[in-house]
């Protein structure tokens, strides 16, 4: 798969930047984006397709036979899909020369520290750094390591903990716990959606450092954006950024009028929902954001959320908008989704299951959303001036800690479903 992408991408790339006619330049930019997104289509959606077509024809009355679809996922598909496109339409937009060395396009289509769930690395910013010899400094090495110790602790001990203490099993059945303990199932998975994958990320982030080479961050404590639309700019950001520059302005953007950018808006979140999965929650989660986004340009919200009180209350808001949509995001199936809404609004206050310690694993994920970034600066500063022996002290200190801390029940990356 992998290698098959980066051939289709080099030779697409090559004829788009060898063509003088730009009518021949598009037929070539669509073949390939149609290739990609075949592909990707195929193996994230063709069973949901037949299993929802098989169902549409039963309530018709026409029921068939229809082929059971058990497609393995390849890993990483839809990141590497996603970093193909932005490669050839960067290309075609002449943001960024077609590579003549087959080996670093297939280098940046498949660099291992972000190749399973990211980031979405742009050609235009990784492809420059394969042209100089990478050069390892010891600032680079010492927020290399950082990154990488950050990433452990936010997955192996604070994700895995609300994960096998508590999220796993109130989602499982939501009818056994009170609206009390669902409200803080839905904070706890908030916090371990966020500590998965901006670990994963501060991994791979960490990893290319090592190496001598720099990726933008992913996260930046999205928990305290004041509007949806600031999320957005915090989490998953080379997502977000990618749906931004390849789909929402591609749409038209906000150039054609007030109806026309509220459709784009919505469009662009439910197809972001759908490239998580084929599945109806997945569909509302994307829909839920969408709708928000529209209500929240309506209303003309962000520019009471600036600063004081505002902020504030903008914070919470979006806060619990995010939080309802990962109600959807997180259930297995849409009836479990609502079956979990309908519980919280029974309004029980019963404690069984939640213990103070998750309930101070929670608290620790919030304080880390509003924590100055400048600390997280300092420290990485203090292992560069402890010299490589330091730095390697540190660093295995850190691991034989968070590996000592950590539990013995172990959550799978969410990230790695995509």
Not at 163 to 182: Q, W
């Amino acid at each position: 798969m992998l290698l098959f992408n980066a051939i289709v991408s080099y030779i697409g790339g090559v004829l788009i930047d060898g063509s003088d006619r730009q009518r021949k330049k598009k037929q070539i930019l669509t073949l390939v984006v149609a290739i990609d997104l075949a592909l990707l289509g195929y193996f994230k959606y063709a069973g949901f397709f037949v299993d929802s077509l098989r169902a549409l024809l039963e309530r018709l009355g026409l029921e068939r036979e229809l082929p059971l679809m058990e497609v393995i996922l390849p890993v990483g598909i839809s990141f590497f899909t996603f970093q193909s496109i932005s490669y050839v339409v960067d290309v075609y937009r002449k943001e960024i020369p077609a590579s003549r060395s087959f080996v670093d396009l297939a280098l940046y289509i498949s660099f291992f520290p972000q190749l399973v769930a990211g980031p979405i690395v742009r050609a235009a910013h990784f492809m420059p750094q394969l042209d100089k010899r990478p050069v390892l400094t010891r600032r680079f090495m010492a927020k290399g390591l950082f990154l990488i110790l950050i990433g452990l602790f936010k997955k192996m001990v604070l994700a895995n903990y609300l994960a096998t203490l508590y999220v796993d099993e109130i989602f499982m059945a939501p009818e056994f716990a009170s609206s009390l303990e669902l409200v803080v199932a839905v904070y706890a998975y908030a916090g371990q959606i966020y500590c998965d994958f901006s670990g994963y990320s501060d991994i791979a982030i960490g990893l290319a450092a090592l190496m001598g080479y720099h990726f933008k961050r992913n996260f930046n404590q999205p928990y305290r954006a004041a509007s949806l639309q600031e999320f957005w700019q915090r989490w998953h950001i080379s997502l977000s950024q990618w749906l931004r520059d390849y789909l929402y302005i591609p749409l038209g953007g906000s150039r054609n009028g007030t109806k026309m950018t509220y459709r784009n808006l919505f469009l662009t979140m439910f197809l972001g929902g759908i490239w998580h999965g084929a599945a109806m929650t997945f569909v509302l989660w994307g829909g839920i954001h969408g709708l928000a986004l529209i209500l929240e340009r309506m209303s003309g919200f962000a520019r009471w959320t600036k600063d004081g009180l505002g902020r504030f209350v903008g914070i919470m808001v979006t806060f619990h908008i995010v939080c309802l949509a990962w109600i959807f995001f997180r259930a297995s199936s849409l009836t479990l989704a609502l079956d979990y809404l309908r519980a919280i609004g029974e309004a029980t206050t019963t404690i069984t299951t939640l213990t103070p310690f998750v309930a101070a694993l929670v608290i620790i994920c919030a304080i880390g959303q509003f924590m100055p970034r400048a600390s997280y600066e300092r420290i990485s500063h203090f292992m560069s001036r402890s010299g490589h022996l330091g730095m390697a002290l540190i660093f295995s200190f850190g691991l034989v800690l968070i590996q000592w801390i950590s539990p013995s029940g172990t959550a799978p990356f969410i990230y790695f479903q995509f």
